[in-house]
């Protein structure tokens, strides 16, 4: 499998909604669930979305995801300056094959 | 409390053999996959490969393939991944994670839901 298309980086201020893009195509996005990780500097990655838009418990409603066609979106609302991170959308295959996206960096100005 | 235990950072030498592992608890360790995913310095995540504690069916990305090699020791919930001859392109942190199935809609849907911490290999002369 490709590697799924992140921006390298997007930013935002204390307060605001930002979003994070995840372009695949018909043979990954397009037949498979899509589950994102944040990794925060100096971390391992923790999952923060499974299965296209489930959120595990503890994770804030203010993050959330969808998925349309060959692409998916997370959105983080009232940004807050903890949230800098990297974040990663990831998705696998019945033979258990992985593939991640190459990661945002988020900055929260 | 689902946890996964990694061993500590290692320098080596180019040529050198290293095994590092990965200890569970908190959950049935034989009946879950366990994935691990490399990060180089600076980089991304990349997906390495699967392994199956139950009957250490392996499985790799064609990236690794050839490359390294997972082992699982089911009685000490203990997976391993092994390098016969380190490279210095090997240099990077190693995680393990359990990689958990749910069934929606009647697929399979796999995801890597609870991390260990991290191995941090170097490898210079």
């Known amino acids: 499998q490709s590697a799924l298309t992140q921006p390298p980086s997007v930013s935002g201020t204390p307060g605001q909604t930002v979003t994070i893009s995840c372009s695949g195509s018909t043979s990954d996005i397009g037949r498979r669930t899509v589950h994102w990780y944040q990794q925060l500097p100096g971390t391992a990655p923790k999952l923060l979305i499974h299965t296209d838009d489930q959120r595990p418990s503890g994770v804030p409603d203010r993050f959330s995801a969808s998925k349309s066609g060959t692409s998916a979106t997370l959105a983080i609302t009232g940004l807050h300056s903890d949230d800098e991170a990297h974040y990663y959308c990831a998705l696998w295959d019945d033979r258990l094959n992985g593939v991640f996206g190459g990661g945002t960096k988020l900055t929260v100005l | 409390e689902v946890l996964l235990e990694q061993s500590a950072g290692e320098m080596k030498k180019p040529g050198d053999f290293l095994k590092i592992s990965c200890q569970g608890s908190?959950?049935?360790?034989?009946?879950?996959?366990i994935g691990w995913v490399r990060q180089m310095p600076g980089k991304g995540l990349e997906w390495l490969g699967v392994i199956y504690p139950g009957d250490s069916d392996a499985r790799y990305s064609p990236t690794f393939q050839g490359q390294v090699t997972l082992s699982v020791d089911k009685s000490i919930s203990t997976a391993y991944l092994y390098w016969r001859g380190l490279q210095p392109s090997d240099t990077a942190i190693y995680y393990c994670?359990?990689?958990?199935?749910?069934?929606?809609?009647?697929?399979?849907?796999?995801?890597?839901?609870?991390w260990g911490q991290g191995t941090l290999v170097t490898v210079s002369s």
């Open positions: 908190g959950y049935n360790f034989a009946t879950d996959w």
């Open positions: 994670a359990r990689l958990r199935y749910d069934i929606v809609t009647g697929y399979y849907v796999y995801y890597l839901d609870y």
